[in-house]
């Protein structure tokens, strides 16, 4: 069985840090593309970063100087490094492992809430 699971969410003021971690199992971790994905109440889930599984990254161009995303193969586990953050940053935060089109993993996310 595939399982992802988040955690590392919570409550934090505006300007604040959080790190979600997302562990992975079941899966070649090494082999798979792994994102960070959120959705604010009414709103579609977006991408927010993607690191391949050779350490190429991608953001979302809201986060961009903000977040980083990071994998430790050796743990199965990527991270999301939130840095300077909004209240518009708030949304669950789904961790994702993509294998091309063969594969697609999702887990069941991690609230973050920014607010003073």
């Known amino acids: 069985q595939v399982q992802l699971v988040e955690s590392g969410g919570g409550l934090v003021q505006p300007g604040g840090s959080l790190r979600l971690p997302c562990a992975a199992s079941?899966?070649?971790?090494?082999?798979?593309?792994m994102g960070w994905y959120r959705q604010a109440p009414g709103k579609q889930r977006e991408l927010v970063a993607t690191?391949?599984?050779?350490?190429?990254?991608n953001y979302a161009d809201s986060v961009k100087g903000r977040f980083t995303i990071s994998r430790d193969n050796a743990k199965n586990t990527v991270y999301l490094q939130m840095n300077s953050l909004k209240p518009e940053d708030t949304a669950v935060y789904y961790c994702?492992?993509?294998?091309?089109?063969?594969?697609?993993?999702w887990g069941q996310g991690t609230q973050v809430t920014v607010s003073s």
């Open positions: 994702n492992a993509r294998l091309a089109h063969l594969r697609d993993y």
């Open positions: 079941g899966i070649t971790f090494s082999s798979y593309t």
């Open positions: 690191i391949t599984s050779g350490g190429g990254t």
